[in-house]
């Protein structure tokens, strides 16, 4: 019987697939601390945690375990679940093996078409190389909308965020379902199809208890880049921001060609994306956070774009802690 693409062979993927290839693919490998060559200390990436010792990685035995908020541990599988959102263990598998496991199909040579040289590029394909983004399966669109979010909420005025900038965004308070008492932040392909819906915590009570952010069991925030549907390709510059409110607040700040992570680490299908979007002449800005680990992702991107683009970071920590604690004279005044 041949296997499918939907085939997920879990014994396959824990044996194969590392803590560190996986921690590396989100970015967060090196900000960690090894300790004897063997484990590793650092920041949880999952509930962006601040305490350098609250998440713990074995690196023999590929396991990892927060002390924090997150009060859990696991394999690699368990990682994924919890990184993106708390899918489903089989989407987590899946997501995997087309991250690492599927082969990169290579074009045929044409006929009359020169081959590589031995001053070409020969090496052996490199585990990020393998990471091509997510296709057909990864964030299907939605068939439904949420209907009846309110706009009258407290956390909007509490966050600056004008009733304008909230409509244009498609944004409200829900009261019931899986997001009642959220903030509803609606999230669309590159294509401009309704993907998901996330909701943030109105408080941080609630954020403790329950996590700031919730997405949908299934959905791969790694494949995309929130907003990147709604702008035209000019020759203004791309601001890219970790959050979404950080977005919203930009936006409102009279810089509408901006976009957000989602997160504080890049994956490979964002990075492709903002290429693709920016053209090779492009310009893009940096705008994360004053924390450690939100700059280890900013030197990340600094890292991957420089060369390519044209790439400005803009140090936050004079003005405020995050970009979403910004005024838009702020905003204005800093890019």
């Known amino acids: 019987m041949q296997k499918g693409r939907n085939w997920v062979d879990y014994k396959e993927i824990k044996s194969t697939i590392t803590m560190e290839m996986v921690l590396k693919h989100y970015g967060v490998f090196e900000a960690l601390q090894k300790v004897e060559g063997k484990n590793a200390l650092g ?32 394999n690699v599988l368990d990682f994924i679940r919890m990184i993106e959102g708390g899918i489903s263990i089989r989407d987590a598998a899946l997501l995997l093996k087309r991250l690492f496991l599927e082969p990169v199909e290579s074009p045929p040579i044409q006929e009359g078409t020169q081959t590589e040289t031995k001053n070409d590029r020969q090496e052996p394909v490199t585990t990020e190389e393998k990471m091509a983004p997510p296709k057909e399966e990864v964030n299907p669109p939605l068939p439904f909308t949420l209907k009846s979010l309110h706009m009258d909420h407290p956390f909007f005025a509490e ?40 909701g943030r915590s109105i408080n941080d009570e609630q954020a403790e208890l329950e996590g700031k952010y919730k997405m949908p069991k299934g959905f791969v925030r790694s494949a995309l880049v929130f907003n990147l549907h709604r702008l035209k390709i000019d020759e203004a510059p791309l601001l890219v921001v970790e959050d979404f409110i950080s977005a919203l607040k930009a936006h409102q700040g009279g810089f509408q060609k901006v976009v957000a992570l989602m997160g504080s680490n890049i994956g490979k299908g964002q990075e492709e994306a903002i290429l693709a979007h920016a053209g090779s002449a492009g310009r893009l800005i940096l705008l994360f956070g004053a924390s450690e680990y939100s700059q280890k992702c900013a030197d990340e991107c600094l890292d991957l774009f420089s060369g390519r683009l ?18 838009s004279e702020q905003f204005r005044s800093l890019i």
Not at 52 to 70: A, D, E, K, M, Y
Not at 310 to 327: G, H, R, S, Y
């Open 43 to 74: 920041c949880c990436p999952i509930h962006k945690g601040t305490d350098p010792h609250q998440f713990s990685v074995c690196l023999t035995r590929n396991i990892w375990r927060c002390f924090g908020s997150c009060n859990t541990g696991g």
């Open 159 to 198: 966050n600056g965020i004008s009733q304008e900038t909230a409509t244009y965004f498609g944004m409200g308070f829900c009261k019931k379902g899986l997001l009642k008492d959220r903030i509803v932040i609606p999230i669309h392909d590159h294509q401009g199809r309704l993907v998901a819906y996330c």
């Open 310 to 327: 044209f790439v400005k970071k803009i140090d936050i920590a004079p003005f405020a802690e995050t970009p979403c604690q910004l005024t």
